[in-house]
C-alpha cells in the first residue's frame, strides 16, 4: 500500500509513511516495513502520529528476496524495512515531526475532525477470547514479559494486560487457535516454557437503566486544598461501541484551567472505572457518561479530578441495572449437500445459531449464519467429525449482543465458581 494514492490534509507534504507489519530480528532488533510517501532518510528523526511518540531510524533496507540490502534513503511509494523504531506498533502512522502532526490535527479540525484513510492506521477488532499465562518458572517472568511485549507489537489483536485481584497475566485474542499460535511462538521463538489456563470467552457489561450520581473528594496534600465536586449522568446505548465520555455544555469551567484538560482527566477517571464492571468484572460498553456539573477548588489537580471522576462512575455503575453482554460471529460454512442437513442442525439446537443464508453450487452448500462465539469453541474439531474433514468454515468477529437472563445467570454462575 503507497499512502501517496491516497488523499490527505494538506500539512502532510514531506512525509508519511505507514507502519503496515512490525517483526523482531534478534541480531538487528526491532524492524519495521513501511509503505512511504515522501522520503525517509537514516539517523532522522521521525514523530508516530497514532502513539504521540518521538521515533528515529537507525538503518534502512530494501528487501529482495530474502537478502536485506542497505540503503541511505527511500523515495516515495517504495517498500523499506527500518530498524530503529522503539514505540511503533503495526498499523501505526509516521509523519515528518511533532509539529507536523499538531499541524494535520488542526487541519482535521477544521475538515470537521474525520482523519482520511491515510492517518486512520489499522482498525483492530474487540478481542473474542482470553486466558491466562505464567512461565514455568518464575526466574522466566521477566523474559516472558519480553516476549509478549514483542508479540504485542506485531500484533495489535493480541491485548496483554493484567488481572487487577491476582496479578497474573491475561492474553486477550481474537479465538483459540491465535492465542495457541502465540503460545507456539512465545515457546519457539523466545525459548520460555509458559503454561496457559482454561480459554474463556472475552464478555462485557452494560447498563440498562440510566443514572446521576453526585461525588466528591476533598483532601489536603501538603498545605494544599484539594477539592473536587461534580455530576455525572449516565445513559444506556445500544450502539455496542466504546464507552462515549463527554461533557455538558453548561458546566462552568474554572479559568485557571481548561476544557481540554477537565475533559482528558474526565475521562481518565471513567475509563478506569469502565475497565472493569459490576457484575462480573468485563469491561463496560454501550454507555453515554456525561459531565453535568463540575465544581473545582482553585489549584485542584486533574490527578484529584480525574479519581472523582473514576469513583463516581464505579458508584453509578453498582447502582444500576446491568447486563452481560456476549460476542457473535458472523460463520461461514462450506460442506458438501448431502451434509447440510447435519451441519444446520448443529449449528441451529447445539450452538444456538441463526442461519441468515443457504447458498448451494456444484453440490457445495455454503452456509452463512449469526453465532455466539461462546458456542464455537471447539467448532474445528467438530465440524471435521460431522464432516469426515470435508467441511471448511470462517468466522468473523460481528458484534456484542444481550444475554437473556437464565443464561446470564448460568455463566455467572460459571465463571464465579459455582458450577
Not at 152 to 172: F, H, I, K, M, N
Not at 196 to 201: E, I, P, S, T
Not at 270 to 284: S, T, W, Y
Not at 344 to 358: C, I, K, P, Q, Y
Request: proline share 5%; aromatic share 4%.
Amino acid at each position: 500500500m503507497s499512502c501517496s494514492s491516497l488523499s490527505s490534509p494538506s500539512a502532510l507534504k514531506e512525509l508519511c509513511a505507514y507502519a503496515f507489519k512490525v517483526v523482531h530480528d534478534p541480531p538487528g532488533g526491532s524492524c519495521l516495513s513501511e509503505a512511504v510517501r515522501g522520503s525517509v532518510r537514516t539517523h532522522r528523526g521521525l514523530y508516530n502520529f497514532s502513539r504521540g511518540k518521538e521515533e528515529k531510524i537507525t538503518k534502512l533496507y530494501v528487501i529482495q528476496a530474502d537478502e536485506l540490502v542497505e540503503v541511505t534513503t527511500m523515495s516515495e511509494g517504495n517498500i523499506v524495512a527500518a530498524v530503529g523504531l522503539k514505540n511503533t506498533i503495526t498499523g501505526d502512522v509516521l509523519v515528518q515531526s511533532a509539529a507536523t502532526a499538531k499541524a494535520v490535527r488542526k487541519d482535521l479540525e477544521g475538515k470537521g475532525g474525520v482523519a482520511p484513510a491515510v492517518l486512520q492506521g489499522l482498525t483492530v477488532p474487540e478481542p473474542a477470547f482470553f486466558c491466562t499465562i505464567e512461565p514455568e518458572t518464575a526466574a522466566q517472568q521477566m523474559e516472558l514479559d519480553h516476549a509478549l511485549q514483542c508479540l504485542s507489537r506485531e500484533d495489535p489483536s493480541l491485548r496483554v494486560s493484567a488481572d487487577p485481584d491476582t496479578r497474573q497475566v491475561v492474553l486477550s485474542g481474537m479465538g483459540e487457535l491465535h492465542l495457541e499460535i502465540i503460545h507456539d511462538r512465545i515457546q519457539r521463538d523466545y525459548h520460555v516454557r509458559a503454561s496457559m489456563g482454561k480459554l474463556r470467552v472475552a464478555y462485557r457489561e452494560a447498563p440498562t437503566a440510566p443514572m446521576t450520581l453526585d461525588g466528591s473528594l476533598d483532601r489536603n496534600l501538603g498545605n494544599k486544598r484539594q477539592f473536587v465536586s461534580l455530576s455525572l449522568a449516565i445513559t444506556p446505548l445500544d450502539n455496542g461501541q466504546l464507552p462515549q465520555i463527554q461533557i455538558s455544555p453548561s458546566v462552568s469551567i474554572p479559568s485557571w484551567t481548561t476544557t481540554s484538560d477537565v475533559l482528558e482527566a474526565f475521562r481518565g477517571g471513567a475509563e478506569i472505572a469502565c475497565g472493569q464492571g459490576p457484575l462480573l468484572g468485563f469491561p463496560i460498553r454501550n454507555v453515554q457518561i456525561e459531565l453535568v456539573d463540575l465544581v473545582l477548588g482553585v489549584g485542584t489537580s486533574m490527578a484529584m479530578m480525574s479519581a472523582c471522576a473514576s469513583e463516581t462512575v464505579s458508584k453509578a455503575l453498582r447502582k444500576t441495572d446491568v447486563q452481560l453482554l456476549e460476542p457473535f460471529s458472523q460463520l461461514v460454512v462450506t460442506v458438501p449437500e448431502e451434509l447440510l442437513g447435519t451441519v444446520l442442525s448443529d449449528l441451529t439446537s447445539a450452538r444456538r445459531g441463526v442461519v441468515n443464508e443457504v447458498t448451494s453450487h456444484d453440490q457445495i452448500a455454503t452456509v452463512t449464519a449469526h453465532v455466539p462465539v461462546a458456542s464455537l469453541m471447539g467448532y474445528s474439531t467438530a465440524l471435521r467429525s460431522i464432516t469426515s474433514g470435508s467441511g471448511s468454515f470462517v468466522s468473523l468477529f460481528s458484534r456484542y449482543e444481550p444475554v437473556n437472563r437464565v443464561l446470564e445467570k448460568a455463566i455467572t454462575e460459571q465463571l464465579r465458581g459455582y458450577v
